[in-house]
C-alpha cells in the first residue's frame, strides 16, 4: 500500500523520459523513498528503470543504461507496505508489458492476491499495486481494450487509488483511473501528459483537465476519452493554471509567508489525499501495523516544540473528548529530564514540521527506551531522522515551507492530528455515521480555510491598531485556547510586539492587571459551549478599558460597540473544524502588523526554520 507517492506520464512524438524525472523532481516534497520509470518506445517494447532512494539516483542509473520512449509513466513511493527495495518500487509490471503505477490504498488486495495467486500469476513484491497490474492483465484477456480491462478491474477495487496504466498491445496511450486520490491531465499541442500534481507539469502546459471520482480515461497525443463512474462518455472542463512554474518562488506573493499562509487549503487537501474515502478514514492512511496499535492503545503522550506543541495541545483536548483515553502534551526540551510515569498501552507521539528539531529528537530517542506501546510521528519531511526513527509515520504533506514562522505546516499538523483522532476513536468509541460525519468535516477545511483568506483586506486594516502598541493579549477557550497562543506566538515571532496567548478565563488571575487602552486584546469566538463564558471575559476586558478584537462567529452574538471591533468568521464551522480556521486570521494579523512595522517577515531576527542544537 503506497499512500503517499507521485505520478507523472506523458503521450509524446518527443522522449517523455526528460520529462518524466524533472516531474519526479517537481513532487519530491510529498516524500519518497524509491523512483522508478517504465517506457514504451514505439516497437511494442517495455523498458523498466528502478532505484532505491532519491531521483538523483534514478537519474544517475539512466545516464549509465540510457531508455528511451514516446510514452512512459513514472512514480517516486514511500514504503508503507512493503519496505523500501527495488522489488517494491513503481512501476510494476505484469505479463504482455503491462505497468502499472499507483497511489493510494487497496483494502481487498489480500483477496485478490489469493484468487490471483490459483489463477497461476506470480508475485515479485509486497505491494498491493501488484496484484491491480496482474488483475488488468487478466481481464485484458476478455476486452476490446486497455481502457475497458481497467475500467473492469477498478469495479473491484476496495479503498482510493490514481493509477496511470500502459500496455505494449497498445503502445500509444495511457491509461488513468482515480477514485480518492487525485490525477490531472496535462494538455499539449499533439502531446498530453498525466500526474498527481500540476506543480510536476507547469514546465510543459498550464492547460489542466481534473478527472472526477470514478473515471477512466484513455490518453493519447492527439485525443482523449474519459468514462464516468457508470461507464458514459464524458468530458471535464480545462483549467488554465496561474501557478508559478516554480512552486517555491514567491509568484505574486509580496513574501513567502503571505504565499504559504494562501497555500493553505491546497496543503490539507493534499494531507487529507489518498487516506479517507467514502468519506470514512482508511484503515491503512496510518501504515501496516497501525491498526493493530491503536486498537490496543489506552493512553497518548505528545512531545513537541513551539508552534507543533500547540498542535499538540489542540490534539489533546479531541483525542479525550472523542476517544475517552487520556492524553499529555509535554514540551520536547522538558519532557527529556523529567521522568515521566508511562502507563501499559500508551502511544508516543512526536509533532515535527522539519523532523530534525533536536529536543524533540531527543525525546523520541527517550522514548524509545521507554514502555511505550509503539512511537509515532507527523512530520512534513519524509528523510528526516524523526521520520526514519519512529514506528509508525504520518506524513503533513504542507510541501516547502520557506517563511520561518510555521503556518501551513501548524495546519497540515492540526489536519493530520485530526486523522489520528478518528483513527483512535474508530478502535473505541465511534460507529460507522460517527467516523463519516467527523471526516466529511476534515475534508470540508480547504474550503472553509478559503473562506476564511477572503477576510485579508479586512485584517490588513484591522493591522493598523497594532503597529504603534509594545503589547498585545490574545484569548481563547477550550481547543481554541492553543490557537490564541499559537496567535501571540506569530506576532511576537514576526513583528517583535510583545504579545500572550491566555486562557481567557485566567485574566482575571493577573493579566488583567496589564490590560488599558494600550494592550489590544484578541479573542476568538467560535459558537461552542463555552461561547456564554467567554463573552463574560471579555466584559471584563471592556470594564478594564481594553480595545478588543474579536474574530467571531456569525450567531455568536457579538457585535461592533465602542471599544469592541467584531470579525465574522465563516459560519457553520463546527468545534471539531475551528482550530484550524481560527487560525487563519491570526496568521494574516501577524504579517500584516509585521509588514507594518517593516521587520523580515521571512527571516525574523535570531530565529532559525529547524532547530538542530539543543
Known amino acids: 500500500m503506497d499512500p503517499m507517492c507521485g505520478i507523472v506520464g506523458g503521450v509524446a512524438e518527443r522522449n517523455v523520459v526528460p520529462i518524466l524525472v524533472e516531474g519526479l523532481r517537481r513532487l519530491e516534497y510529498r516524500g519518497y523513498d524509491s523512483a522508478g520509470l517504465a517506457v514504451l518506445n514505439g516497437h511494442h517494447h517495455l523498458a523498466r528503470l528502478r532505484a532505491v532512494g532519491k531521483v538523483k539516483i534514478l537519474q544517475e542509473a539512466l545516464d549509465a543504461s540510457p531508455i528511451s520512449g514516446h510514452v512512459g509513466i513514472a512514480h517516486t513511493r514511500w514504503a508503507t507496505h512493503g519496505v523500501p527495495t527495488m522489488q517494491n518500487a513503481h512501476p510494476h509490471v505484469s505479463r504482455d508489458g503491462i505497468a502499472i503505477v499507483h497511489n493510494g490504498i487497496i483494502e481487498n488486495h489480500e483477496s485478490l492476491r489469493g484468487e490471483l495467486t490459483d489463477s497461476g500469476y506470480l508475485f515479485t513484491s509486497e505491494t498491493d499495486t501488484e496484484v491491480i497490474a496482474h488483475r488488468i492483465h487478466q481481464h485484458l484477456e476478455n476486452s476490446a481494450d486497455l481502457h475497458e480491462a481497467v475500467r473492469k478491474t477498478v469495479a473491484e477495487l476496495r479503498g482510493a487509488y490514481a493509477l496511470a496504466v500502459v500496455c505494449e498491445k497498445d503502445p500509444e496511450c495511457i491509461v488513468l483511473a482515480r477514485e480518492g486520490c487525485p490525477v490531472v491531465v496535462g494538455l499539449g499541442i499533439d502531446e498530453n501528459f498525466v500526474a498527481s500534481d500540476v506543480a510536476a507539469l507547469l514546465l510543459v502546459t498550464r492547460r489542466f483537465m481534473f478527472l472526477e471520482e470514478g473515471d477512466v480515461a484513455e490518453i493519447r497525443r492527439k485525443s482523449i476519452r474519459i468514462t464516468d463512474a457508470a461507464g458514459r462518455v464524458v468530458s471535464r472542463p480545462v483549467h488554465e493554471s496561474d501557478l508559478a512554474a516554480d512552486a517555491v518562488e514567491r509568484g505574486q506573493y509580496r513574501h513567502y509567508m503571505l504565499k504559504e499562509i494562501h497555500e493553505q487549503p491546497r496543503a490539507i487537501a493534499q494531507t487529507l489525499e489518498e487516506r479517507v474515502a467514502g468519506p470514512r478514514l482508511l484503515d491503512a492512511a496510518f501504515g501496516p501495523g497501525a491498526q493493530q496499535v491503536f486498537a490496543k492503545t489506552r493512553g497518548v503522550h505528545i512531545a513537541a516544540c513551539g508552534t507543533s506543541y500547540h498542535a499538540g495541545l489542540v490534539a489533546c483536548h479531541f483525542i479525550e473528548e472523542f476517544c475517552r483515553i487520556p492524553a499529555r502534551v509535554e514540551i520536547a526540551s522538558e519532557y527529556r529530564y523529567r521522568h515521566p510515569v508511562v502507563t501499559s498501552d500508551t502511544l508516543f507521539v512526536t509533532v515535527s514540521q522539519s523532523g530534525e528539531t533536536a529536543d524533540t529528537l531527543a525525546a523520541l530517542r527517550t522514548a524509545r527506551e521507554s514502555r511505550y506501546l509503539s512511537t509515532m510521528t507527523i512530520c512534513n519531511v519524509a528523510e528526516s531522522t524523526m521520520v526514519r526513527d519512529s514506528e509508525l509515520v504520518l506524513l503533513t504533506r504542507a510541501g516547502p515551507e520557506i517563511g520561518v514562522a510555521s503556518t501551513k505546516a501548524f495546519t497540515t499538523q492540526l489536519t493530520a492530528l485530526g486523522m489520528l483522532v478518528v483513527a483512535l476513536a474508530k478502535n473505541r468509541r465511534l460507529d460507522a455515521e460517527q467516523e463519516r460525519d467527523l471526516v466529511t468535516q476534515l475534508l470540508q477545511l480547504p474550503g472553509l480555510v478559503e473562506q476564511a483568506l477572503e477576510l485579508d483586506a479586512r485584517i490588513q486594516t484591522l493591522a493598523e491598531e497594532f503597529v504603534d502598541k509594545r503589547h498585545a493579549l490574545f484569548l481563547g477557550r ?110 494574516l494579523l501577524a504579517y500584516h502588523v509585521a509588514v507594518l512595522k517593516g521587520t523580515d517577515v521571512d527571516q525574523p531576527r535570531n530565529l532559525a526554520k529547524s532547530l538542530t542544537v539543543e
Open 478 to 587: 477550550g481547543a481554541l485556547y492553543p490557537i490564541a497562543m499559537e496567535g501571540a506566538l506569530k506576532l511576537k515571532e514576526i513583528s517583535y510586539l510583545h504579545a500572550e496567548g491566555y486562557a481567557a478565563a485566567e485574566l482575571k488571575h493577573g493579566p488583567l492587571a496589564l490590560v488599558d487602552e494600550d494592550m489590544p486584546v484578541v479573542a476568538v469566538a467560535p459558537n461552542n459551549e463555552l461561547l456564554e463564558k467567554l463573552k463574560s471575559n471579555l466584559q471584563e476586558v471592556r470594564a478594564r478599558g481594553g480595545k478588543l478584537f474579536v474574530f467571531a462567529d456569525p450567531v455568536a452574538g457579538i457585535d461592533n460597540t465602542e471599544g469592541v471591533t467584531v470579525v465574522r468568521m465563516p459560519g457553520r464551522i463546527t468545534a471539531f473544524q475551528a482550530p484550524v480556521v481560527y487560525t487563519i486570521p491570526l496568521q
